[in-house]
């Protein structure tokens, strides 16, 4: 089963939907977004029933504009150094427990949106991630529990401001930019991918044609209900929430010299059995109040 969250052309609204492969179409499900459906403790069922035969409303895959694929989740919580080529080309040893960072809802934006280049920085990257969303509340998970809680998995792209990321050992000033991480287009539920809840699923991105990562999540050091397990141990977590996974190898950060995005690169976030995010650069967004976001003056 595949759901998202589209926006109506009609009102500006979002709606949750559920693809009718049968018919091409999306059909509209009883919620104002995924994150709302999935809430619903029967969201199963009611996802199913919703056909275009049975005549609820549908639009149109080719022309739905899609909104992240859950636009207000209570936690994005986020894992660094997950792969382990990416942990070898970064030059960093395996970790003993998971690296784990925050995102916030205004961080996200759809899968074919633009991304404006924020002005502040000179070295924006890529980095392709499979995402899963919570479907069910869940603290301290362990097992069976903690498998049962995963509703599906997305694509997601943590494209990140890696000159604001280094300048402190914390990495939150350079991955949660707003509109910066598209996620989608759908929400993929486990039973229709090899490995279930533990999916073997090949990841690329490409820049501008060129590709510049490509793994398998079979390479993934902890696997998504070994993420359950342990971010449920710290926090409660709720329907709708995200955890990313981690990058493989190929960011721009780490070629030899550096990569970086620029304005008029297309990157495309492809996922086997998920989709694709296909998400353009664009000039620098304004910042009126860069001056107040400056480094401090060493000087006294």
Known sequence: MKLATLRL????????????????????????????????????RRALAATAAAGERTHRVADADFAPVVPQPSKIVCVGLNYRNHIL??????????????????????????????????ALDW???????????????VGAEAEAAIAGFTVLNDVTCRDWQYRTQQWLQ???WDSCTPIGPYLV???????????????????DGEVMQHDSTADLLFDPVALVEYVSTLVRLNPGDVIATGTPGGVGHARKPARHLEAGALMVTRIAHLGELRNRVTAPAAAPHAAHMQPPSTTR
């Open 89 to 122: 080309e970064m030059g960093r040893e395996l970790p003993a427990y998971p690296t784990l960072f925050a995102k916030f809802a205004d961080s996200l934006t759809g899968a074919r949106d633009e991304i404006a280049k924020p002005e502040e920085t000179e």
């Open 174 to 176: 350079g991955k949660a």
């Open 127 to 141: 980095e392709a991630e499979l995402a899963l969303v919570i479907g069910k509340p869940v603290r301290r998970a």
């Open 9 to 44: 052309p009609s009102s500006g609204a979002t709606r949750a939907a559920r693809l009718d492969e049968s018919a091409d179409v999306l059909v509209e499900l009883d919620a104002p977004d995924l994150g709302a459906f999935l809430a619903r403790p029967d969201w199963q």
């Open 189 to 207: 539920t486990p039973d229709e991918l090899p490995g279930g809840v533990r999916p073997d699923l090949e990841v690329t991105l490409e820049l």
